[in-house]
């Protein structure tokens, strides 16, 4: 409370409420409001106080600062908006004079990657959304709050909840002191929104596609699986699988996502760790809506819709034809005859470089357009993978042979025979060009010999290395379209890699299906907000991953200086700090004002 003389009578100003849940004991009363009388004052204590007190002290004078601001509306070269009879005040208190050895920062935080991210929230008009659906306003703050610590500071919720109190300047963009929202409510704000899914995923996109002003004609499918820490019995959903993260020591759990050919998100779905990958897709696609191709419309264009081979099994093919899609899938046929004489040059926009060779092909059978693809790239990977794969087989084979004469090993003829067999298991794609051949002793059990050598040469396994065949429907896209084309696909690899390394969906710590769905989709969430502003940069030819923004914009800062005027007064400046050149570059690309938030004057 402040007390002030009006006339011949005292009142009584209330400068913070500090809410129901003060809990300092009465006897510290005195002493906590006369530290933040010293802060406030910039007045040295005399004593060393709690910590805990010393604590609220800061806040609190903090909070009384803000609620005692004045925006000053910058203009150019520093001049303020203000007008007519109020600017000779305005005057008096923009210039003063000032004891220098008295100027201190403080109070500061980042404002940087919040303030893009903030703005392009609102563009895409979540918030409208979030009340549409219910939210209250604590859930809406808690949802904008998790939204932007997922994409800047990715961490766990009580992580999340301690950097948006104390260390990010989101508050000061959107009004909401998060000091006064609960650890709880960032928790169960995941649950809230993953129980509208489908709508925020809908209104999302729609927004998406009025921003940029295109139309889907490209759907992107495919599937990844992250792993657990922990056990999570309680999680319905996580099994043993085959993990593309090579945890088979832990369980895991399905994400499917579709999306267009401009990498925003359709749809996404979350299966079981062992899910078979081609099973998920006819469910995925007839919960997209995507309408079939109308015959009777001749100007109709239909969904061209992109899978790799995990999913191309015929079944799902056939499912497509039947409604009316056109595709581009991986083939799963192992015949790979390429034609060297026969292939084109497949070049990447204007550029001489060539990237692919590819030879276009009809199959007779079926009506399909069949593009057998060469890459140089992929040729050299894929020798290098078999060379590697050969030189481990042999050495198995190899240590059982020398085995055979040392005390110890595996040397039973039975033994031996079931050990080339599991290493036959284990390396099927060479094997198949080795025979071998396991001599027994004629007088006892043991073996005494293994020989193997090439039944055929591997040259032949080499002269397909680099070659993948396309499948598709569609009659009129040239080699360098379909390519390009079914190369969208890496968009969906790029999306995975982002989710699990920037926006830490990986590894997953939560032990119950509610919370890893939530956890999942708020990841998936913040990762369409970025995807938003990434691909508005790059229209604008600024080409960084989301880890160089967040990078480039750390260095922006909201800080308090605080001065002694001659006066008597303490002046305290609360504004963010000048963009760097970088940092403008990407303001005005996204369109966004160079000041993060407002510039206020608190005398005290």
């Known amino acids: 409370m402040e007390s ?24 510290d009363w005195k002493i906590l409001s006369d530290r933040v009388d010293d802060i406030l004052n910039q007045t040295p204590s005399l004593f060393e106080m709690d910590k805990t007190l010393e604590s609220l002290a800061q806040q609190y004078a903090v909070k009384i600062i803000a609620s005692k601001a004045k925006v000053i509306n910058i203009t150019k070269e520093g001049d303020d908006a203000s007008s007519g009879e109020n600017k000779s005040k305005d005057n008096e208190d923009k210039y ?12 500061v935080k980042s404002i940087g990657v919040e303030n893009i991210l903030y703005e392009t929230i609102k563009e895409l008009e979540l918030v409208d959304k979030f009340k549409e659906l219910g939210l209250t306003n604590i859930q809406i703050n808690s949802a904008i709050g998790t939204l932007i610590a997922k994409a800047t500071k990715p961490s766990s919720e009580a992580k999340a909840h301690k950097w948006l109190c104390s260390k990010s300047a989101i508050n000061e963009l959107i009004g909401c002191d998060y000091n006064k929202i609960s650890s709880n409510s960032i928790y169960r704000i995941s649950d809230k929104l993953y129980a509208n899914r489908e709508e925020i995923e809908e209104h999302l996109y729609a927004k998406q596609k009025e921003i940029f002003n295109y139309k889907e004609t490209i759907t992107l499918y495919d599937l990844t699986n992250t792993y657990f820490e922990g056990s999570a019995k309680g999680v319905e959903r996580a099994k043993r699988g085959r993990s593309k993260e090579k945890r088979s020591d832990a369980p895991i759990i399905t994400l499917g996502v579709m999306l267009d050919s401009s990498g925003f998100v359709r749809k996404s779905e979350i299966f079981d760790g062992n899910v078979s990958e081609g099973k998920t897709f006819q469910e995925m696609l007839d919960k997209l809506k995507v309408p079939a191709k109308d015959k009777n419309l001749i100007n109709t264009i239909p969904s061209l819709v992109v899978v790799d081979a995990g999913i191309a099994t015929q079944a799902n093919i056939d499912y497509l034809v039947a409604n009316g899609y056109e595709y581009i899938v991986v083939s799963r046929k192992r015949d790979k005859s390429f034609d060297e004489t026969k292939a084109k040059p497949v070049k990447l926009n204007n550029k001489d470089e060539v990237i692919v060779r ?18 140089q790239d ?42 080339i067999g599991r290493h036959k298991g284990k390396y099927p794609a060479i094997s198949q060009y080795y025979s071998i051949i396991t001599t027994k002793d004629p007088d006892g059990d043991n073996a005494i010999d293994i020989v193997w050598s090439e039944k055929k040469s591997l040259d032949n396994k080499s002269s397909i290395n680099g070659v993948y065949c396309l499948r598709s429907n569609s009659t009129i896209m040239d080699e360098q379209t379909m ?73 922006q800062v909201r800080v308090t200086t605080s001065m002694k005027c001659r006066d008597g007064s303490i002046l305290y400046i609360r504004q ?15 369109g966004i004002n160079h000041q993060a938030g407002e510039v206020t004057h608190t005398y005290v």
Not at 97 to 107: A, F, L, M, P
Not at 507 to 530: E, K, M, N
Not at 536 to 551: A, F, G, P
């Open 576 to 590: 963010s700090a000048e963009p760097t050149q970088e940092e403008k570059k990407i303001y005005d690309a996204l």
């Open 96 to 107: 003063k004079e000032i004891d220098t050895t008295t100027v201190k920062n403080s109070d």
């Open 358 to 375: 590819a030879q276009k092909v009809i199959n007779k059978e079926t009506g399909e357009i069949e593009l057998f693809v060469h890459s």
């Open 483 to 555: 390519w390009k084309t079914y190369t969208t696909l890496t968009d969906l690899e790029a999306v995975f890699k982002s989710l699990k390394s920037e926006l830490g969906l990986r590894p997953i710590f939560h032990q119950t299906q509610s919370r890893v769905d939530g956890h999942l989709f708020i990841t998936l969430l913040a990762y369409s907000i970025i995807h938003t502003i990434r691909y508005k940069l790059k229209r604008k030819d600024i080409h960084h991953s989301w880890s160089t923004i967040r990078e480039i914009l750390s260095s």
């Open 4 to 27: 002030l003389r009006v006339g011949d009578k005292v009142k009584k100003i209330t400068l913070l409420n500090l809410g129901s849940d003060f809990g300092v004991e009465k006897r």
């Open 378 to 419: 992929r040729e050299l990977k894929e020798a290098a993978m078999q060379k590697r794969v050969q030189d481990l087989f042999l050495e198995k084979l190899q240590y059982l042979k020398d085995g055979l004469v040392i005390k110890g090993r595996t040397k039973s003829y039975e033994k031996v025979l079931e050990s």
